[in-house]
């Protein structure tokens, strides 16, 4: 049996990576996301590897758009969409116009490279170097001698692809093509830290749902499926965060007790990652029922619901995770 959780409230699409987005009153979906969503990244020379603004926080101070519209556009692997980059200085250059690179390594003060979305066939390209203790402590802003974040809610399966690819092979998000966020759960937040603005931008969702109230809402949904009148998402697993949110981006200063917050009273989490079921059109405006999970309660499969052999994997892999101090 569904219900009616929200109305869809905004739409994004981010032509970079790390980067600032475009808001979009109306966006086909397909099985890799958004239309043209994440079409490029930054590629950090040195390491020959794609980045983010876990490693390089400036680059949330850029934006980009598309010169063109991408509708009739293949918009997958190896489709070349040209795009505008916006400086923090006001400065402007196309991905067609090398010295981008140079303006780039100047921002981040290391050489680096503006890439688009390789092909298939390019697997290489996608590939990471394994990453350390250190790393992810710095990437998820998390101190000394605290746990590393609780990975056992991602498939064993896709941990081990994003141990070896900066991303999955053929798309540019970090571990599911769609990011779904309410308004509900950003108030609970606020309501927990009133200094802070809990600004949905600081939070990179494709989707941002209107919601009343102020709970943590869509945890509930993981199992289930989200279905708008054209498409049909798979809520998957709690969206765990990193540093990225407290970073300044745009007009939002700088603020680690965003973080905190969310560490506090969320687990770390907010928002969830979806699948594609069905492709079609989202527009803002769509409602949006939710069939739930038959399997169980959805929360605790998604959470705690890990096997014990899960577990046991994820334990042998922690030990084997080099320190990197």
């Known amino acids: 049996m569904t219900a009616v959780v929200g109305t869809v409230a905004e739409i994004w699409r981010y032509p970079v990576k790390s980067m600032g987005g475009e808001r979009l009153a109306q966006s086909a979906i ?3 996301g958004l239309h043209a969503d994440r079409m490029w990244a930054v590629r950090d020379v040195e390491l020959d ?7 390089w926080p400036v680059l949330l101070q850029c934006s980009a758009r598309f010169v063109h519209d991408p509708t009739g556009r293949s918009a997958g692997p190896g489709d070349v969409l040209e795009v505008i980059v916006t ?17 780039l390594s100047e921002l981040v003060g290391k050489p680096a490279r503006l890439e688009s979305l390789p092909a298939l ?12 203790k250190a790393d992810i402590r710095r990437q998820f802003a998390i101190p000394d001698g605290e746990p590393l974040p609780d990975f056992s809610m991602f498939p064993v399966r896709k941990l081990a692809a994003l141990a070896r690819y ?29 200094g802070s603005q809990f600004d949905a931008r600081r939070f990179r969702p494709n989707v941002l749902i209107d919601r009343d109230g102020a709970e943590l809402a869509e ?5 289930g499926q989200l279905r708008a009148p054209n498409v049909i998402f798979d809520a998957e697993i ?17 603020d680690p007790d965003v973080l905190r917050t969310i560490n506090a009273h969320a687990d770390h989490c907010l928002g969830v990652y979806a699948n594609v079921a069905t492709a079609g059109t989202l527009s803002e405006g769509d409602p949006l029922e939710l069939e739930p999970s038959t399997v169980g309660s959805a929360p605790t499969v998604a959470r705690s619901g890990a096997t014990a052999l899960k577990r046991g994997a994820l334990r042998v892999f922690d030990a084997l995770m080099p320190r990197g101090d």
């Open 166 to 194: 900066a991303t999955p092979v053929g798309a540019m998000y970090d571990a599911y093509p769609i990011l779904v966020l309410t308004r509900a759960s950003l108030r609970a937040m606020a309501e927990r830290s009133p």
């Open 238 to 254: 709690p969206a765990l965060r990193c540093s990225i949110p407290t970073r300044k981006q745009g007009d939002l200063p700088a």
């Open 30 to 32: 397909a099985t890799r």
């Open 49 to 55: 590897t794609f980045t983010t603004a876990r490693r």
């Open 219 to 223: 945890f509930s949904w993981c199992g």
């Open 87 to 103: 400086f923090p200085d006001g400065s402007e250059f196309s991905s067609s116009d090398p010295a981008i690179n140079d303006h």
């Open 121 to 132: 066939s390019e697997k290489r390209r996608y590939r990471t170097p394994q990453a350390t």
